[in-house]
């Protein structure tokens, strides 16, 4: 029987930031004891799973997209300006990070089940800078947010946290990118084109003490079963948070439109079709989690424009 592959669905190029000589901190939810718990871990031994997807695959994410995405993220971080084509290629990794989770891709399966979806998409889980969906994240304006000098940003194992559906102007979309930056794809305004209009220049906030907070509130809520922190950033606040939140509502698929995977162009006939609405979407998640969800609320998090 062949050996399944270690799929890395959170890669090191990004999980770096929050490691130190010890590793990161992960808390994650023992199933055994039913209670969350910690542990060190090292700095490749967070964000990984075997048999998620195929060696081709892993090699297509690592050669094709991470690669190209490295020094591009050391740009960002270091508040450097990118072109356009990096803005792209950024925007690819993030909808990457969406696609590539193990939380993803038990609804995906879900869904194919449903529709009798055979096969692979094309440039499965590295996607491409043409892809349609892509634009919605390449151009809507970019925010910076930046954690109080008390405060820090967690890393979930769902590391994107989508507000709704990518096609909808008012959604908008938050990556902790270091544990004290956290980047925003923010909310747009009625009469945005997300295949023509420009986006503003991306600019930058600090946040008050203790703001920081309710970013992780949120990531640990949408987490699936862990997240890391770095480990000289424990306190019982941030512990109570985690310990209280981790895992309650897995960040819904949303990114599951449109199940054609990668086109270049979305239809509203097709979306319209298969129903895929906010309720649905739980329907899916409560079927496949065996629990029962909330409607999800993202008046929290939305709408966050660049002005704000």
């Known amino acids: 029987m062949a050996k399944k592959v270690l799929s890395h669905y959170s890669p090191v190029l990004a999980n770096k930031y929050w490691a130190d000589e010890k590793g990161y901190l992960s808390y994650f939810y023992c199933p055994y004891k039913k209670q969350v718990k910690t542990d060190f871990k090292g700095r490749k031994q967070w964000g990984r799973k075997k048999g998620l997807y195929s060696l081709t695959v892993e090699d297509s994410l690592s050669k094709d997209l991470e690669t190209k995405?490295?020094?591009?993220?050391?740009?960002?971080?270091?508040?450097n300006e990118i072109s356009t084509e990096e803005r792209m290629i950024f925007s690819q990794f993030l909808m990457s990070?969406?696609?590539?989770?193990?939380?993803?891709?038990?609804y995906e399966d879900a869904v194919r089940n449903i529709l009798?979806?055979?096969?692979?998409?094309?440039?499965?889980?590295?996607?491409?800078?043409s892809c349609a969906d892509v634009y919605y994240f390449a151009k809507r304006d970019w925010f910076y947010l930046l954690a109080h000098d008390d405060d820090y940003f967690v890393r979930s194992d769902n590391p994107v946290l989508l507000s709704g559906f990518i096609e909808r102007n008012e959604t908008c979309l938050y990556y902790p990118l270091t544990p004290h930056i956290c980047f925003v794809a923010c909310s747009m305004p009625e009469d945005w084109c997300p295949f023509c209009d420009v986006p503003k220049e991306t600019v930058g906030y600090c946040l008050e003490k203790g703001d920081a907070q309710f970013i992780n509130f949120h990531l640990a809520r949408t987490a699936s079963e862990s997240l890391i922190i770095k480990p000289s950033h424990d306190s019982e606040r941030v512990d109570a948070i985690i310990t209280d939140m981790l895992g309650r509502y897995p960040q819904p698929p949303f990114s599951l439109l449109p199940l054609h995977f990668h086109s270049t162009s979305i239809s509203e006939k097709y979306i319209s079709e298969i129903g895929i609405s906010y309720e649905n979407v739980r329907k899916i998640m409560e079927s496949v989690d065996g629990v029962i969800y909330p409607s999800w609320t993202p008046f929290e998090l939305e709408p966050f424009y660049r002005d704000k």
């Open 116 to 129: 009798n979806i055979k096969g692979s998409p094309l440039n499965e889980r590295a996607g491409c800078t």
């Open 97 to 106: 990070q969406l696609m590539r989770t193990p939380t993803f891709m038990r």
């Open 69 to 79: 995405v490295s020094p591009i993220y050391e740009k960002i971080i270091s508040f």
